[in-house]
């Protein structure tokens, strides 16, 4: 039997930061500090470095020269760009899914929406965009397509952090809830042109949150 080797701690770390640029309790934009996260953390500043590292690859970390570490933040046309990212992945998945395992595929997706519900209910909204998160990665889950999965999963912490800022726009949550009760529903008939329709809606609400011309959204 083959141990579980321990997680590294530099690892450990930059999970602690991804969650809470995820969460919110960094937002987009913020400045960064080394020392003050090595505080917190109570690790040396070389794990935190290393993983402010990490995460600038995914695209959650921005650095720049002599002003240091900040939160990510999109313009408009940023914003068009990871909609049509996701747009281009989520519908592959979702036709893959719906072909090659149509019935795990739904079981999946009622689980997660009716844990979103309950989240909803009690006003737990960062639960409930957890789960959001793994609402849409379920379509990834069952593609069986690696590929499409690996390429998503680099972005998956932009955009889940993308949807935590939108979660304070007024009525995003509540009609984001609406909508994928209506891509159950379309999984659910086997309906895929319906799906689809709902996926282009659903991701095209965050594109048209903002207008073309705005540079920073975390301000807009």
Do not use: W
Request: aromatic fraction near 4%; glycine fraction near 6%.
């Amino acid at each position: 039997m083959e141990l579980e080797r321990p997680r590294s701690l530099t690892a450990l770390v930059t999970d602690r930061i991804r969650s809470m640029i995820v969460d919110g309790d960094l937002p987009l934009g913020s400045a960064i500090s080394e020392r003050g996260i090595s505080a917190d953390l109570k690790v040396s500043k070389t794990p935190v470095r290393e993983a402010l590292a990490q995460l600038k690859h995914e695209g959650l970390v921005t650095v720049v020269p002599q002003s240091g570490a900040r939160v990510f933040t999109l313009s408009a046309r940023e914003v068009r760009e990871i909609c049509a990212f996701r747009r281009a992945l989520e519908k592959a998945a979702l036709q893959i899914a719906m072909t090659e395992q149509p019935v795990l595929l739904l079981k999946d997706l009622e689980a997660i929406e009716a844990k979103m519900k309950k989240a909803l209910g009690k006003g737990d909204v960062r639960k409930y965009l957890e789960l959001d998160t793994d609402f849409h990665l379920a379509f990834f889950a069952n593609c069986g397509n690696s590929y499409l999965k690996n390429a998503y999963g680099i972005y998956s912490g932009k955009i889940s952090a993308l949807r935590t800022h939108l979660a304070q726009k007024p009525q995003h949550t509540s009609l984001s809830l609406n909508e994928h009760g209506e891509i159950v529903a379309a999984v659910r008939k086997r309906d895929v042109e319906a799906l689809l329709d709902v996926l282009d809606r659903h991701i095209g609400r965050t594109q048209e949150t903002y207008e073309i011309g705005i540079e920073d959204i975390s301000v807009a």
